[in-house]
């Protein structure tokens, strides 16, 4: 059947501008890019024409983390759409911190959009234990979450 995540993708307008976010902003590793065109990847994306550059970038060494993959169509527009937090899609990427406090003085210092302070949430009596949390948007305004568990 099906397994773990292998990586979450996002469609972005401008690759070079989100991998120096994802990477000198949040720190993840540049794994590196590559260049998707061909017959394949046309039957895959189901556009005739179409190439698509691509870079993978990993806050973890581990095997079993799941990078983020970030997509650049080449030469197609990208119809940006305000991301939504109410509209069904995919809502946020979550990433891990040891200081949610730390990370949203950086992202703040940094000029990036934070929809809030985090936040403490106390979800123990559904057995989901205590975090602390806070939602920012990267360049193309794709919702992010930092996420401090606090019960460990």
């Given amino acids: 059947m099906i397994g773990q ?11 070079g501008r989100s991998v120096a976010f994802y ?13 998707m065109e061909g017959k ?4 895959m994306f189901r556009r005739e024409n179409c190439k698509a550059r691509v870079a993978y970038l990993n806050g ?16 197609d527009e990208i119809h940006r759409k ?8 995919i809502s946020e990427l979550c990433f891990y911190a040891e200081d949610a406090d730390a990370v949203y003085q950086k992202l703040v210092e940094q000029g ?21 949390a806070f939602y920012f948007r990267d360049p193309d305004g794709i919702i992010l979450e930092i996420m401090q568990p606090l019960d460990k």
């Fill in 112 to 132: 990036v959009e934070c929809f809030s302070a985090p936040q403490i949430f106390d979800f123990r009596q559904d057995g989901f234990g205590r975090s602390r």
């Fill in 23 to 35: 990477r000198d902003v949040l720190g993840l590793q540049y794994q590196g890019e590559l260049l």
């Fill in 40 to 43: 394949e990847t046309e039957a």
């Fill in 60 to 75: 973890s060494d581990q095997l079993h983390m799941p990078p983020v993959e970030l997509i650049q169509f080449v030469e």
């Fill in 82 to 89: 305000p991301a939504d937090l109410f509209t069904t899609s």
């Fill in 5 to 15: 995540i292998y990586h979450v993708g996002l469609t972005v307008s401008d690759l």
